[in-house]
């Protein structure tokens, strides 16, 4: 996939858990697992813009375009 998921690094510059992070977007730790594992085949933009707010970040922080 051409999109990279950079979710845990910037969980671990904001020391902030998936469990914490997962209940404060008001997603499931499955889901946030699924996007943070890279599996995700789409994201909402509600749920990039409530990890941008938690981790206060840019969605460029968190996302990535890396040719095959």
């Given at each position: 996939?051409?999109?990279?998921?950079?979710?845990?690094?910037?969980m671990a510059?904001?020391?902030?858990?998936?469990?914490?992070?997962?209940?404060?977007?008001?997603?499931?730790?499955?889901?946030?697992?699924?996007?943070?594992?890279?599996?995700?085949k789409a994201?909402?933009?509600?749920?990039?813009?409530?990890?941008?707010?938690?981790?206060?970040?840019?969605?460029?922080?968190?996302?990535?375009?890396?040719?095959?």
């Amino acid at each position: 996939m051409a999109i990279v998921v950079n979710l845990d690094v910037m969980m671990a510059k904001r020391k902030m858990s998936a469990g914490d992070l997962a209940e404060k977007i008001g997603i499931t730790p499955a889901n946030l697992s699924i996007l943070k594992n890279n599996k995700a085949k789409a994201i909402r933009f509600s749920t990039l813009e409530e990890i941008c707010k938690v981790l206060d970040c840019q969605p460029g922080d968190i996302l990535e375009f890396a040719e095959e």
